[in-house]
């Protein structure tokens, strides 16, 4: 078995000019598997041409909460991500959400970009990944309205507390742990995904964001997602193995349009 890192941005430096290198450094220590995540829709092209060029690297399709101000307005939006889905290789929508606490976009506009991701995402049956910070009510909220009880997807980098947490696993979410896990001051957030169950969780690293300890304030990249999982043993009282097998289980399941050549 092997991990797979469920969110990294390999379009980022210094991961781009050196993708090569990267995803080798990462399969020495058992990843094997990546997801390249969308921020914005000029994006597309070079994600696509990343996922195309290395086997077990997939894509997404999505405009951050931070870039909705500036994207496509709604009814084009979602042509341009259902008609982009069908590219083999774009498995999910996202990331999308409400950032309330940055609001580099403004609220209504964010609310109508997410919603727009839920609709594509019904329509084509692919996984959402949603980003949420301190906005959960309405994050919870428009999952519900518009999926519908039927959209999927997972809690990126989820670093929210035991009501987010009990409110995604009701609407069947996953819930994907960071290098914030293994941060000193984390502990609420590990009593948190202590309730977790193993089999809606995932791991992901956010590189280059976010590196976990040992390696803080490093640039981050998908070989780091290691530490999260061990950190996750831990909490879960469980063995390295178990979580190995289980996250990429789940990510398989919920990205089912992947198709991994190492499985
Ligand atoms: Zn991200």
């Given at each position: 078995?092997?991990?797979?890192d469920s969110h990294c941005h390999l379009d980022?430096?210094?991961?781009?000019?050196?993708?090569?290198?990267?995803?080798?450094?990462?399969?020495?220590?058992?990843?094997?598997?990546f997801l390249t995540i969308g921020t914005d829709l000029?994006k597309i092209?070079l994600l696509a041409?990343i996922a195309?060029?290395?086997?077990?690297v997939f894509a997404t399709l999505g405009v951050h909460?931070?870039?909705?101000?500036?994207?496509?307005?709604?009814?084009?939006?979602?042509?341009?991500l259902?008609?982009e889905s069908?590219h083999p290789k774009m498995v999910g929508f996202g990331e999308t959400g409400?950032?309330?606490?940055?609001?580099?976009?403004?609220?209504?506009?964010?609310?109508?970009?997410?919603?727009?991701h839920?609709?594509a995402s019904?329509?084509c049956?692919l996984p959402l990944i949603v980003h949420?910070?301190?906005?959960?009510?309405?994050?919870?909220?428009?999952?519900?309205?518009?999926?519908?009880?039927?959209?999927?997807g997972v809690?990126h980098?989820?670093?929210?507390?035991?009501?987010?947490?009990?409110?995604?696993?009701?609407?069947?979410?996953?819930?994907s742990?960071?290098?914030?896990?293994?941060?000193?001051?984390?502990?609420?957030?590990?009593?948190?995904?202590?309730?977790?169950?193993?089999?809606?969780?995932l791991?992901e690293?956010d590189?280059?964001?976010?590196?976990?300890?040992?390696?803080?304030?490093?640039?981050?990249?998908?070989?780091?997602?290691?530490?999260?999982?061990?950190?996750?043993?831990?909490?879960?009282?469980?063995?390295?193995?178990?979580?190995?097998?289980?996250?990429?289980?789940?990510f398989?399941?919920l990205f089912?349009k992947a198709?991994?050549?190492?499985?």
């Open positions: 078995m092997f991990l797979i980022h430096e210094p991961m781009a000019s050196d993708i090569n290198a990267t995803l080798m450094r990462a399969k020495e220590k058992g990843v094997k598997g000029s092209p041409s195309e060029n290395n086997d077990d909460p931070h870039e909705a101000e500036k994207t496509l307005p709604e009814k084009e939006l979602y042509k341009v259902t008609q069908q409400l950032d309330y606490y940055y609001t580099h976009s403004p609220v209504e506009i964010q609310k109508a970009s997410f919603k727009t839920i609709e019904l329509e049956d949420t910070r301190n906005a959960d009510e309405d994050t919870i909220a428009l999952l519900k309205e518009v999926g519908q009880g039927k959209a999927k809690m980098c989820f670093s929210g507390n035991a009501w987010l947490r009990d409110q995604a696993l009701e609407l069947g979410f996953y819930i742990a960071s290098g914030i896990l293994t941060f000193n001051k984390a502990e609420e957030l590990r009593e948190v995904f202590k309730h977790v169950p193993l089999e809606r969780l791991v690293t590189a280059p964001f976010l590196a976990p300890i040992p390696y803080r304030g490093k640039p981050n990249e998908p070989a780091f997602v290691v530490e999260t999982a061990k950190k996750l043993a831990e909490i879960k009282g469980v063995e390295y193995d178990v979580i190995i097998t289980q996250t990429t289980q789940n398989l399941k089912s198709r991994f050549s190492c499985v």
